[in-house]
């Protein structure tokens, strides 16, 4: 495995030590289904990493043109207009074509019937990119878009109207890139972008905002844009507050939920807004804690981070979960729950970091407040899923598998049917439990 990759898998598993037996964490992905009708709706929006998978907000700004198998699972039968007792997701894998090795999945996003992948790629000399990004019909066969700048650092991607953005940083400052397809992809000049970075998105009723810092600020800075082609660099106290102590952000029906460090021994504070510089403060957690990702849906809100969990009906009120799950590289909030994904672990040959047995983890709760973790199949002991999408009736899982020497991990992806709404377990006092140790 490269310094690179070692590094990379270092970091992210010491991120998710947690320390006890039964936990768990997520791992690459792979998959492939049937092309998904046009119509079909993108409920969530990855703002990478740093980025929630909160669901696309319902009006957004629209842009100018210019393996391997890694699990066997049997598909849940979707049974029209009934629930089902909790959430249960059985990953189908398959390979996909078009994407090769990459560092770590930073996004994907689908606009219209167009889907697009942002990764970062292992450094391979001075003259490589250092980020591409994909396009897909059917997110199963997949294209290169141009190649970008070697100096192009992207690090999130979204959906905005029928077009998409990505934003990261160069040798000049922040980074915007806009596409009205997914597939030409260009540059957005604006002086307000100088000397920054902006390595998290979020879609509002009113437009996108972008979080990140100022080489001359590290505390947080804050763009907003209508329409992705013309931005401010915002000064207003809401907004600079909320990008100051940023955890997680993540957006719902055009409301964006964010919350917000007031101090090391205080609870994060809970900010909305459904605009983009002005941002209101509407509560805080019960208690001190990390929130890593929300996401909200039509049966409300979810939050996870450091293996716990809280919920909201409003996004305004909440309340912890008994358990949350003990990975968080992903949430979305569909329907019929909430699901989580992620990995623990270390893969073969690595003496640092968490030495649980390398795992991919996905856990489902119907309401936020109780978890249970799906079983871990073999494929998952070297695969992850790190993004996902809702499609129709269906989760799409996007992640990574390592080869058979652990030397590099090529995406992959997964889907999983969903039922059209659940309910929660009987066995509500086992539910969180996870299915087996160690992965």
Known sequence: MSDIARARVLLIALMFVIGACSATSPAPSSGTMAPAPSTASNTAASTATASTG???????????????????ATPIATAASSETA??????????????????SILGVARAGATFALLASLPYRDETSPQAAIWWSSDSASWLPTKAFPVSLRLQAIAAAGRGFIASGFDGDGAAVWVSPDGRDWQPVN??????????????????????????????????????????????????????????AVGSYDGRAI???SEGDDEPPAIWETRGRAEWTRVGALPDVAWVARVAGGSRGWAAIG???????????????A???????????ADEAGFIAVGYIG??????????????????????????????????????????????????????????SGYEEMDVRRWSAPLPDRARPNVESDEASVPVSCGG
């Open 346 to 403: 270390s893969l073969p040959g690595e003496t640092c970091g968490d030495q649980r047995p390398f795992a991919g983890h996905t856990w489902t709760s119907v309401d936020g407040a109780t978890w249970r973790r799906m079983p871990v199949t073999e494929g998952f002991r070297t695969a992850m899923v790190t993004k996902l999408l809702v499609v129709d009736r269906s989760v799409l899982g996007f992640g990574q598998r390592a080869d």
């Open 86 to 103: 909790g959430l249960e997701i059985e990953w189908n894998a398959e390979d996909i074509t078009g994407i090769g090795a990459v560092e």
């Open 258 to 260: 964010a919350f917000v």
């Open 54 to 72: 909160a669901p696309s907000p319902t009006v957004a700004p629209t842009l100018s043109a210019t393996t391997r198998t890694a699990a066997t």
């Open 306 to 320: 450091d293996g716990r969990a809280w919920t909201s009906k409003d996004g305004r009120s909440w309340s912890n």
């Open 190 to 247: 604006d002086p307000s972008l100088s000397d920054g970075n902006i390595n998290q998105l979020v879609v509002t009723r009113s437009g996108i905002v972008g979080f990140g810092w100022r080489s001359d600020d590290d505390r947080g800075s804050i763009w907003t844009s209508a329409d992705g082609l013309e931005w401010l660099a915002a000064t207003n106290e809401t907004g600079l507050t909320v990008a100051r102590g940023l955890q």
């Open 322 to 332: 008994a358990l949350g799950p003990d990975v968080n590289s992903d949430l979305v």
